[in-house]
């Protein structure tokens, strides 16, 4: 299971606020079956088959071009990890109980 997080910035709008795309972006992703999400005031973690994240990005990205936008800018992170069931809850965890 992997954890991405994905920031997407429209290039060539025509005003700063980016939240109409934000939306747009964020609802073809948040009732997909097999990907848990979470919107973040810097952008969108998401959990679930490496594949499906991969897909469920680009998806994303078309969402916002749809909206008229000719350019965006994508920033991806992933943290694919083999050796155990990684989850939100177990990343937050670890570092909740290290906390003093």
């Given at each position: 299971m992997a954890i991405l997080e994905l920031t997407l910035v429209p290039i060539?709008?025509?005003t700063t606020?980016?939240?109409q795309y934000v939306a747009k972006a964020y609802d073809n992703v948040r009732n997909k079956e097999n990907i848990k999400v979470e919107l973040n005031p810097m952008g969108t973690v998401m959990q679930g088959d490496i594949d499906e994240?991969?897909?469920?990005?680009?998806?994303?990205?078309?969402?916002?071009f749809n909206e008229g936008v000719d350019r965006v800018y994508s920033?991806?992170?992933i943290d694919d990890r083999r050796d155990k069931n990684a989850s939100f809850e177990?990343?937050?965890d670890s570092v909740n109980k290290r906390l003093k």
């Open positions: 060539g709008t025509q606020s980016l939240s994240l991969l897909k469920a990005v680009r998806d994303m990205q078309e969402a916002v920033v991806i992170k177990q990343k937050l």
